[in-house]
């Protein structure tokens, strides 16, 4: 009988999704529909078919559709990454330590996802995938709230670490839920939306923010808005013409006060959350104390993917090498490990490939900084610095970012017509046009 009910709910979940497909692709708006569930998958962490994320398969289906842009000049971007990324993944034919062989083919299927990204995506279909990642990141905060409040039947996180414990949302942890809220922090922030919706959407992605006391997120939060602001000081001693829109900005002193009184009566109601976060941010600077557990990991981890790293070829160990470290840093050579990357991504990819790591290195870090000002960018600069300490290098998340941050420089680049070119700087009221340029 239990059998015969699991393949009864199997059948009638693909029956579900099989009819979704058919209504997504019947529609009119079918293409801007299959651009937003894009946006939405690349908010989770492990929906795989056959260990291939349905991003990947998303982004294959929505690029064949009509209606696709043709961005000129980004081919040459677009062959830099995928041979960085082809680089990469072909020390898993050449390492001594390769752990899962078919990680290669899930980082080309991840490269290769975010190339028809830059080069398919109009402006309209970046909309759509940015306020998928936007709402698909805001329910995982209102159910780490819900968790919170316990209307949720969850366990919560490290009570050592907060006196109500840290919630893990969707995601099988606190730090993923802390990244992915503060993307939906930034998003909240820079879309265009009614003054409402972005109360909406800003209060339980900063509440968790917060709640999730993931340091990674915060330190990278903090890099974000410094990055930025230098690059905007930059850009006005340069005399550059300053075409922000006032749409982003409407509801944002709402949300800030509204947030501000929620704190305060939050940490008035539970003292020892005000302790508990102080203490929190404090162990951002200076030395990992003993009682730090996290903290004392992940420096074992570091100092194990370093001892891994002193004798290695020029292609590395191999990809998903740096995986056999594991979470209390120590290394397993025999046998196959559960995880397949390291905690920082530098170091991983360093251990897995050496000099053939390099490029998508160099080429990951230098698109963000490049894009700091555009809010795609700023998520890819976000994401790659809480990688530092929580790797989601190989999540959906990061290479959606890639591929709008490569499409992110310029109006002319992302499939504006001719003549909307013509107007570009008069344009200040249409929320599509600015969402990747301010």
Same mark, same amino acid.
């Given at each position: 009988?239990?059998?015969?009910?699991?393949?009864?709910?199997?059948?009638?979940?693909?029956?579900?999704?099989?009819?979704?497909?058919?209504?997504?692709?019947?529609?009119?708006?079918?293409?801007?529909?299959?651009?937003?569930?894009?946006?939405?998958?690349?908010?989770?962490?492990?929906?795989?078919?056959?260990?291939?994320?349905?991003?990947?398969?998303?982004?294959?289906?929505?690029?064949? &559709?009509? /209606?696709?842009?043709? !961005?000129?000049? +980004?081919?040459? #971007?677009?062959?830099?990454? $995928? @041979? %960085?990324?082809?680089? =990469?993944?072909?020390?898993? &034919?050449? /390492?001594?330590?390769? !752990?899962?062989? +078919?990680?290669? #083919?899930?980082?080309?299927? $991840? @490269? %290769?996802?975010?190339? =028809?990204?830059?080069?398919?995506?109009?402006?309209?279909?970046?909309?759509?995938?940015?306020?998928? #990642?936007?709402?698909?990141?805001?329910?995982?905060?209102?159910?780490?709230?819900?968790?919170?409040?316990?209307?949720?039947?969850?366990?919560?996180?490290?009570?050592?670490?907060?006196?109500?414990?840290?919630?893990?949302?969707?995601?099988?942890?606190?730090?993923?839920?802390?990244?992915?809220?503060?993307?939906?922090?930034?998003?909240?922030?820079?879309?265009?939306?009614?003054?409402?919706?972005?109360?909406?959407?800003?209060?339980?992605?900063?509440?968790?923010?917060?709640?999730?006391?993931?340091?990674?997120?915060?330190?990278?939060?903090?890099?974000?808005?410094?990055?930025?602001?230098?690059?905007?000081?930059?850009?006005?001693?340069?005399?550059?013409?300053?075409?922000?829109?006032?749409?982003?900005?409407?509801?944002?002193?709402?949300?800030?006060?509204?947030?501000?009184?929620?704190?305060?009566?939050?940490?008035?109601?539970?003292?020892?959350?005000?302790?508990?976060?102080?203490?929190?941010?404090?162990?951002?600077?200076?030395?990992?104390?003993?009682?730090?557990?996290?903290?004392?990991?992940?420096?074992?981890?570091?100092?194990?993917?370093?001892?891994?790293?002193?004798?290695?070829?020029?292609?590395?160990?191999?990809?998903?090498?740096?995986?056999?470290?594991?979470?209390?840093?120590?290394?397993?050579?025999?046998?196959?490990?559960?995880?397949?990357?390291?905690?920082?991504?530098?170091?991983?990819?360093?251990?897995?490939?050496?000099?053939?790591?390099?490029?998508?290195?160099?080429?990951?870090?230098?698109?963000?900084?490049?894009?700091?000002?555009?809010?795609?960018?700023?998520?890819?600069?976000?994401?790659?610095?809480?990688?530092?300490?929580?790797?989601?290098?190989?999540?959906?998340?990061?290479?959606?970012?890639?591929?709008?941050?490569?499409?992110?420089?310029?109006?002319?680049?992302?499939?504006?017509?001719?003549?909307?070119?013509?107007?570009?700087?008069?344009?200040?009221?249409?929320?599509?046009?600015?969402?990747?340029?301010?």
């Amino acid at each position: 009988m239990g059998l015969f009910t699991q393949a009864l709910y199997l059948e009638v979940a693909f029956a579900a999704v099989v009819l979704g497909l058919v209504a997504v692709l019947t529609h009119p708006r079918r293409r801007q529909i299959l651009a937003f569930l894009l946006g939405v998958s690349a908010g989770l962490v492990a929906v795989q078919v056959f260990r291939v994320h349905v991003f990947t398969f998303l982004a294959v289906g929505w690029v064949l &559709l009509p /209606g696709r842009a043709r !961005n000129r000049g +980004t081919p040459r #971007l677009i062959a830099a990454l $995928l @041979a %960085a990324a082809l680089l =990469l993944a072909s020390t898993t &034919l050449l /390492g001594d330590l390769v !752990n899962s062989p +078919t990680l290669g #083919l899930q980082l080309l299927g $991840l @490269a %290769a996802s975010a190339a =028809l990204i830059t080069f398919a995506s109009s402006r309209r279909d970046a909309a759509a995938m940015l306020w998928g #990642l936007l709402v698909v990141s805001t329910f995982g905060s209102i159910v780490g709230v819900l968790q919170v409040f316990h209307v949720i039947p969850m366990d919560l996180w490290h009570l050592d670490v907060s006196a109500i414990g840290r919630p893990t949302g969707i995601y099988p942890e606190p730090d993923w839920l802390g990244m992915f809220s503060g993307a939906g922090v930034l998003l909240s922030w820079r879309l265009s939306m009614a003054r409402a919706w972005k109360v909406v959407f800003f209060l339980p992605n900063v509440t968790v923010f917060v709640l999730a006391m993931a340091r990674a997120s915060w330190i990278a939060l903090l890099v974000c808005i410094a990055a930025a602001g230098v690059a905007s000081v930059i850009q006005r001693s340069r005399g550059a013409i300053n075409t922000a829109e006032s749409g982003p900005r409407r509801g944002r002193r709402a949300a800030v006060v509204i947030a501000s009184v929620a704190a305060v009566l939050a940490l008035s109601a539970i003292p020892q959350l005000q302790e508990d976060v102080t203490t929190r941010a404090s162990t951002m600077i200076g030395t990992v104390q003993e009682h730090d557990i996290s903290g004392q990991a992940r420096i074992r981890q570091n100092d194990s993917l370093l001892q891994l790293a002193t004798s290695i070829p020029i292609y590395g160990h191999g990809l998903s090498a740096a995986g056999r470290v594991g979470v209390w840093g120590q290394i397993d050579t025999l046998g196959e490990s559960q995880n397949n990357v390291a905690s920082n991504w530098v170091l991983g990819m360093w251990v897995d490939g050496a000099l053939f790591a390099v490029p998508l290195i160099v080429f990951l870090v230098g698109l963000a900084f490049a894009r700091v000002r555009s809010i795609s960018g700023q998520l890819l600069l976000f994401t790659l610095v809480s990688s530092l300490f929580s790797n989601a290098v190989f999540f959906p998340v990061t290479w959606l970012l890639v591929g709008l941050a490569i499409i992110a420089s310029r109006p002319n680049a992302i499939g504006v017509p001719t003549q909307a070119r013509r107007h570009a700087r008069h344009r200040v009221e249409d929320p599509l046009f600015g969402l990747l340029e301010r």
